[in-house]
């Protein structure tokens, strides 16, 4: 079974989480759990230390990363983000990404221009971040994490996309 | 089992044995190795005092030069010495670059790399092993005991395939490999305990034939890697060889013999060499057919001829710093390390993109063993640097091939290791049994610009309706950077058999055989070690077993449990005082079997213990 990633870092299930507690915890864990603590030891010892370890690796990336941690939270509460039933996307935020599509792809060798686009996207990305405290606070409004959640995964590819166009330029 | 120690670190299971253990950095060039030596990591010395041996072996007609002894045949022997062997591990034959301007006769037959020599085909696994078992023996000469393990170095962009045949090569040299590291995080461990410095650090690597980026935070002795890039075939042997093809063409040089080809790249590297402290410099040697040859370089041609290639090591830092999510101003040190890093051009081109001074502090050449043997000291179980901890990440992304010739990807680059994903499948004909999944490892879209692992068949899928069946596959990548895959069928709880065909490298019996044959001689040897090996494993396990079950038995098992694994520690007790290792072994697997469920409770309990005292403090949202 693989357990809730909060109660394995010892952090209450919220959408806040104090993100120097995380290492903290996570650093504590694997000093006491990772494979180098069982180099010279046998199979079995090293293999359930993978195991666990590979266990905690995954809850400690999925929490720290802000998205990915709405994601898992949604789903702790049984909402897959995933689900044809979410696909609708608000109309302004459709035009909002096919803007800059178009902007990543007429400027995908203006150095310049990437750069000024990447910060804009990221302003965008930090206000909608910001939001989603309340949405989770006491569930208030889970229908617009879930949206919000969405929006931002589609934020992430669009910024990968402009980062991988920057290191080809200059 | 031996669990226990994760409640008491630092605690070794024979506290009053010292284990002798050592850090090999097995370089394209020239290898290394390296012990902890009162604490302090020492680079270990032939008998005539080398410290860097070439990494270059002689196969004679009945008789293995390797390292210095082998460097007499270079010239007289070309075809027959073997060097930068490194660059063919986990290759195939279509893979290696310049293949003409090598000395070697290919067996053509094979999409593997098999070089024919006067002591018939040999893998370059088996070339690596030549070198490794030669590094065991002078670290032994040199500290007057058997080695019992090893850590050994790989470039940090080396795919899975490439690791294994590094293991499968010290498994060949009767090395115990207690961990694969890569190079640029045992520089870190070398310079980050050196120098105590904390702090976001680039390491640049450029050896003879491989280059590595790795960004780490380091803190508080956790070594954390934020992300690592590269280029698997960029070295310095490809400076020798831009400088081989000028004096190919100035001096209208073809149809060179083995002997020529290999006098070339050896005139070429000692330009290269001397123009990182000359401005310019000329060459004067004789060809084999008479023919003289005198070839004057200066600096800035060199430069300007190979600035291609170290353009082609920014490309790999943009990305990593953009894995890493980092701006260039938060970098607090860029550290050089591999020969390669003294060129004159590379300094420079490294100064001006991070804008600060690179750090050449340690010995480019000896920092990565000097790392890897303090690694080696703390896996072995010697207290010492208790709180060090390396966190390591898989350099390539990991997926399966979809329809289309597509990858999807499973584990993405620059995950922490050990990670493990599982991704599930269904059958679609009625009353399928059997399933293909091709494993790659690269980061492009289609199938065929990725690296191929392997083909897994899952077979013994029960039958059942199309779309019914609900096979969960899980990979898994270990702490060497090793893949894993097991399936399970998810409505019969079933565990699906995996029959691995590796893409490249060697097959079982291929593995099998070789070790047979370097045996041959020693068969008796073998099964006294074999039996002290099991002695002192079985050994081990007891105490561990007693001491956890002393400790945490009572609260975690039951009566039953309890007596079950007591009855298993006698048995096992009782043969180690006969001398039949087959039963040994067996009795100690099944003591492992019964203490499993054990073992994991133990891991969680450790988990709690790990956070003890750090209680859940109240967030306001």
């Not at chain 2, 930068?84 to 290919?106: C, T, W």
């Not at chain 2, 640029?184 to 980050?192: E, I, R, S």
């Not at chain 2, 058999?497 to 079982?508: D, F």
Request: charged share 25%; glycine share 4%.
């Amino acid at each position: 079974m693989t357990q809730n990633f909060f109660t394995l870092l010892n952090l209450p299930e919220a959408f806040v989480v104090d993100l120097k507690k995380l290492d903290q915890h996570y650093q504590a864990i694997q000093k006491e759990i990772h494979p180098d603590r069982f180099a010279s030891l046998n199979d079995e010892a090293k293999m359930e230390s993978v195991k666990k370890t590979a266990q905690v690796n995954d809850a400690y990336q999925t929490l720290k990363s802000s998205v990915r941690r709405a994601e898992y939270l949604l789903h702790l509460y049984g909402f897959d983000i995933n689900e044809e039933k979410y696909s609708a996307v608000p109309q302004d935020f459709l035009l909002q990404q096919m803007e800059w599509r178009e902007e990543l792809e007429v400027n995908s060798k203006n150095k310049e221009a990437l750069e000024k686009l990447a910060s804009e996207v990221s302003i965008k990305k930090n206000e909608k971040i910001d939001l989603l405290p309340t949405f989770f606070h006491e569930k208030n409004n889970l229908p617009d994490a879930i949206k919000l959640t969405r929006e931002l995964n589609f934020i992430e590819k669009i910024e990968q996309h402009i980062d991988d166009a920057l290191i080809e330029v200059s | 089992m031996a669990l226990l120690q994760i409640a008491e670190p630092g605690q070794s299971t024979l506290p009053h044995q010292h284990k002798l253990s050592i850090g090999i950095d097995l370089g394209t060039t020239n290898s290394l190795v390296a012990t902890v030596q009162s604490g302090l990591p020492t680079i270990l010395k032939d008998k005539d005092d080398h410290v860097l041996i070439p990494s270059v072996v002689h196969y004679g007609k009945n008789i293995t030069h390797v390292g210095h002894d082998a460097l007499p045949f270079l010239l007289t022997d070309a075809k027959n010495t073997i060097v930068s062997v490194k660059r063919f591990m986990g290759q195939s034959l279509n893979h290696i670059q310049y293949k003409d301007a090598l000395p070697y006769e290919f067996d053509e037959t094979s999409q593997d790399i098999q070089l024919k020599t006067e002591q018939g085909i040999k893998h370059p696994i088996e070339v690596s092993a030549d070198i490794l078992k030669k590094l065991k023996t002078m670290a032994e000469v040199s500290l007057c005991g058997e080695v019992t393990a090893a850590v050994i170095t790989v470039p940090a962009y080396f795919d899975d395939t490439q690791r294994q045949a590094t293991k499968d090569a010290a498994k060949l040299a009767g090395l115990n490999v207690l961990r694969l590291i890569n190079e640029p995080t045992a520089a870190a461990v070398a310079y980050g305990l050196d120098q105590k410095k904390e702090g976001t650090f680039i390491i640049y690597d450029l050896g003879g034939g491989t280059f590595d980026i790795s960004i780490l935070k380091l803190h508080q002795g956790v070594f954390e890697v934020l992300a690592t890039n590269g280029h698997p075939h960029l070295g310095g042997d490809d400076f020798d060889q831009a400088i081989a093809e000028m004096i190919k063409k100035t001096c209208s040089l073809n149809q060179l013999n083995h002997e020529d080809k290999r006098s070339l790249i050896m005139e070429a590297k000692k330009i290269k060499e001397s123009l990182s402290t000359h401005p310019d410099v000329t060459a004067k040697f004789t060809l084999s057919n008479g023919k003289d040859i005198v070839f004057t370089l200066n600096r800035d041609t060199f430069i300007l001829e190979t600035n291609d290639l170290v353009q082609k090591t920014i490309q790999p830092i943009k990305r990593a710093l953009s894995d890493a999510k980092l701006p260039i101003t938060s970098i607090d040190g860029v550290v050089m390390v591999g020969g390669a890093t003294r060129m004159p051009h590379i300094q420079s081109e490294i100064k001006t993109f991070f804008k600060q001074e690179p750090l050449n502090n340690l010995n480019p050449d000896e920092v990565v063993a000097l790392g890897a043997s303090r690694q080696a000291h703390t896996l072995a179980g010697n207290k010492s640097d208790q709180d060090l901890l390396l966190l390591d990440v898989t350099p390539l992304s990991l997926g399966i091939e979809t329809m289309g010739g597509l990858v999807e990807k499973i584990i993405h680059r620059n995950s922490t290791i050990p990670v493990a994903k599982a991704q599930e499948f269904t059958t679609f004909k009625d009353g399928q049994t059997a399933m293909s999944i091709h494993v790659l490892q690269g980061e492009r879209e289609r199938v065929s610009d990725c690296r191929s692992l392997a083909n897994f068949t899952l077979t013994d899928i029960p039958p059942m309706v199309a779309g019914s069946a609900k096979i969960r596959v899980a990979f898994q990548i270990d702490a060497d950077g090793l893949l894993s895959v097991s399936a399970r069928e998810l409505s019969t709880n079933k565990e699906t058999s995996v029959t691995v065909k590796p893409s490249y490298g060697l097959s079982e019996e291929q593995m099998i055989h070789m070790l047979t044959q370097s045996f041959e001689n020693a068969e008796e040897d073998k099964k006294i070690r074999a039996l002290s090996e099991a002695k002192i494993e079985g050994e081990q396990i007891i105490t561990a077993v007693q001491n956890a079950l002393h400790k945490d038995g009572k609260h975690l098992l039951t009566q039953d449990e309890i007596k079950d694994i007591q009855n298993a520690i006698y048995t096992l007790s009782s043969s180690l005082k006969e001398s039949d290792a087959d039963l040994i072994i067996g009795l100690t697997k099944n003591l492992n079997a019964l203490t499993e469920s054990f073992a994991s409770k133990l891991m969680d309990q450790s988990v709690g213990n790990a956070l003890k005292g750090k209680s859940i403090d109240k967030v306001n949202l």
